[in-house]
T-cell receptor, first 112, second 114 residues
Framework: GEDVEQSLFLSVREGDSSVINCTYT??????LYWYKQEPGAGLQLLTY?????DMKQDQRLTVLLNKKDKHLSLRIADTQTGDSAIYFC????????????FGTGTRLKVLA | DTGVSQNPRHKITKRGQNVTFRCDPI?????LYWYRQTLGQGPEFLTY????????KSRLLSDRFSAERPKGSFSTLEIQRTEQGDSAMYLC????????????FGSGTRLTVV
């Protein structure tokens, strides 16, 4: 079945690194994504990774993919108060469409 | 282009009434999606259009729900005979043909059924 799991909460101090984890069950997923949602807003695409990659870095963001364990992580370096939001991982199962399966989201709180 | 636009931002309606939401995607995007998000959950897929063709509908989309994209541009989502369980944020997103590079989401329409 298709299911994406995330821990619900993460709290870090400003300037520290944050690591948000995600596990997925569809091993055939070829694209995996991280989205950010601020209160009352839609979702903003942060980054994505193809399944043939192990790591992708984009400024303060580093995505790690472990296909064997079906584990995806998002590391935010030098976390700022503006990074406080809900972070969703999402996959597109290779079912011939472009619909996403989203995780339940991880609420990141950055303490000043 | 200012991104994906959704109207209204908020809608409060009485149970049993019909409501309609509108989504204007990014103009060059041919794919359009509707998702529903309830409190504390990730978005759940409702339906998807490629141009004017509705290619997939979720089982969540009961017969009270209908979506259209008549000219392959804007889309509407109508809910008939609303129920309290329909209260949620309704999100629209669009993508280009190479949708694997991610969607652009609108800010959503928050529906409250009282």
């Amino acid at each position: 079945g298709e299911d994406v799991e995330q821990s619900l909460f993460l709290s870090v101090r400003e300037g520290d690194s944050s690591v948000i984890n995600c596990t997925y069950t569809d091993s055939s997923s070829t694209y995996l994504y991280w989205y950010k949602q601020e209160p009352g807003a839609g979702l903003q695409l942060l980054t994505y990774i193809f399944s043939n990659m192990d790591m992708k870095q984009d400024q303060r963001l580093t995505v790690l993919l472990n296909k064997k364990d079906k584990h995806l992580s998002l590391r935010i370096a030098d976390t700022q108060t503006g990074d406080s939001a809900i972070y969703f991982c999402a996959e597109i199962p290779t079912s011939g469409t472009y619909k996403y399966i989203f995780g339940t989201g991880t609420r990141l709180k950055v303490l000043a | 282009d200012t991104g994906v636009s959704q109207n209204p931002r908020h809608k409060i309606t009485k149970r049993g009434q019909n409501v309609t939401f509108r989504c204007d995607p990014i103009s060059e995007h041919n794919r359009l999606y509707w998702y529903r998000q309830t409190l504390g959950q990730g978005p759940e897929f409702l339906t998807y259009f490629q141009n004017e063709a509705q290619l997939e509908k979720s089982r969540l989309l009961s017969d009270r729900f209908s979506a259209e994209r008549p000219k392959g541009s804007f889309s509407t989502l109508e809910i008939q005979r609303t129920e309290q369980g329909d209260s949620a944020m309704y999100l629209c997103a669009s993508s280009s043909r190479t949708g694997n590079y991610g969607y652009t989401f609108g800010s959503g329409t928050r529906l409250t059924v009282v």
